[in-house]
Protein backbone atom coordinates (compact mmCIF):
# COMPACT_ATOMS: atom_id res chain seq x y z
CA UNK A 1 0.00 0.00 0.00
CA UNK A 2 2.81 2.10 0.89
CA UNK A 3 4.08 1.91 -2.98
CA UNK A 4 0.62 2.65 -4.21
CA UNK A 5 0.37 5.96 -2.18
CA UNK A 6 3.60 6.77 -3.38
CA UNK A 7 2.78 5.99 -6.64
CA UNK A 8 -0.15 8.90 -6.30
CA UNK A 9 2.53 11.35 -4.94
CA UNK A 10 4.77 11.12 -7.99
CA UNK A 11 1.87 11.43 -9.96
CA UNK A 12 0.23 14.58 -8.35
CA UNK A 13 3.47 16.06 -7.80
CA UNK A 14 3.90 15.67 -12.33
CA UNK A 15 0.30 17.58 -12.56
CA UNK A 16 1.36 20.00 -9.89
CA UNK A 17 1.73 23.12 -11.62
CA UNK A 18 -1.32 22.36 -14.24
CA UNK A 19 -3.35 22.18 -10.86
CA UNK A 20 -2.13 25.57 -9.64
CA UNK A 21 -3.00 27.15 -13.35
CA UNK A 22 -6.40 25.91 -13.27
CA UNK A 23 -5.23 23.77 -16.27
CA UNK A 24 -6.70 20.17 -15.26
CA UNK A 25 -9.82 18.54 -15.94
CA UNK A 26 -12.23 18.87 -13.39
CA UNK A 27 -12.20 15.16 -12.54
CA UNK A 28 -8.61 14.99 -12.61
CA UNK A 29 -9.04 17.90 -10.15
CA UNK A 30 -10.98 15.93 -7.37
CA UNK A 31 -8.77 13.08 -7.97
CA UNK A 32 -6.08 15.57 -6.59
CA UNK A 33 -7.80 16.53 -4.17
CA UNK A 34 -9.06 13.28 -2.77
CA UNK A 35 -5.44 12.62 -2.37
CA UNK A 36 -4.65 16.05 -0.81
CA UNK A 37 -7.26 15.41 2.20
CA UNK A 38 -5.25 11.84 2.97
CA UNK A 39 -1.55 13.03 2.30
CA UNK A 40 0.21 15.91 4.53
CA UNK A 41 3.22 15.73 2.55
CA UNK A 42 1.40 16.29 -1.14
CA UNK A 43 -0.71 19.43 1.01
CA UNK A 44 2.86 21.00 2.60
CA UNK A 45 4.30 20.56 -1.13
CA UNK A 46 1.24 22.15 -2.87
CA UNK A 47 1.63 25.18 -0.26
CA UNK A 48 4.94 25.26 -0.62
CA UNK A 49 4.94 26.24 -4.16
CA UNK A 50 1.63 28.32 -4.21
CA UNK A 51 3.95 30.76 -1.57
CA UNK A 52 6.73 30.42 -3.44
CA UNK A 53 4.54 31.34 -7.06
CA UNK A 54 3.14 34.30 -4.70
CA UNK A 55 7.11 35.76 -3.82
CA UNK A 56 8.50 35.23 -7.09
CA UNK A 57 5.27 36.94 -9.24
CA UNK A 58 6.22 40.14 -10.64
CA UNK A 59 5.41 42.53 -7.70
CA UNK A 60 3.56 45.94 -7.84
CA UNK A 61 5.42 49.02 -7.55
CA UNK A 62 4.12 49.29 -3.80
CA UNK A 63 4.92 45.52 -2.88
CA UNK A 64 8.69 44.72 -3.75
CA UNK A 65 10.93 41.87 -2.39
CA UNK A 66 14.05 42.98 -1.63
CA UNK A 67 16.70 41.49 -3.92
CA UNK A 68 18.76 40.04 -1.28
CA UNK A 69 15.56 38.12 -0.33
CA UNK A 70 14.93 37.44 -3.87
CA UNK A 71 18.05 36.12 -4.50
CA UNK A 72 18.33 33.90 -1.05
CA UNK A 73 15.16 32.50 -2.11
CA UNK A 74 16.04 31.54 -6.11
CA UNK A 75 19.39 30.10 -4.56
CA UNK A 76 17.32 28.04 -2.14
CA UNK A 77 15.28 26.66 -4.85
CA UNK A 78 18.25 25.96 -6.88
CA UNK A 79 16.85 28.68 -9.68
CA UNK A 80 20.12 30.95 -10.37
CA UNK A 81 19.66 30.61 -13.62
CA UNK A 82 16.70 32.92 -13.32
CA UNK A 83 18.24 35.15 -11.29
CA UNK A 84 18.72 38.89 -12.91
CA UNK A 85 22.68 39.75 -13.64
CA UNK A 86 23.99 41.67 -11.15
CA UNK A 87 25.53 44.73 -13.21
Not at 11 to 39: T, V
Not at 52 to 78: A, G, M
Amino acid sequence: MTDHLHENCQALLGSLSEYIDGELPANLCEEIEKHLAGCENCRIVLNTTKRTIDLVQIPSPQETVPQDVRDRLFKRLNLEDYMTPKG
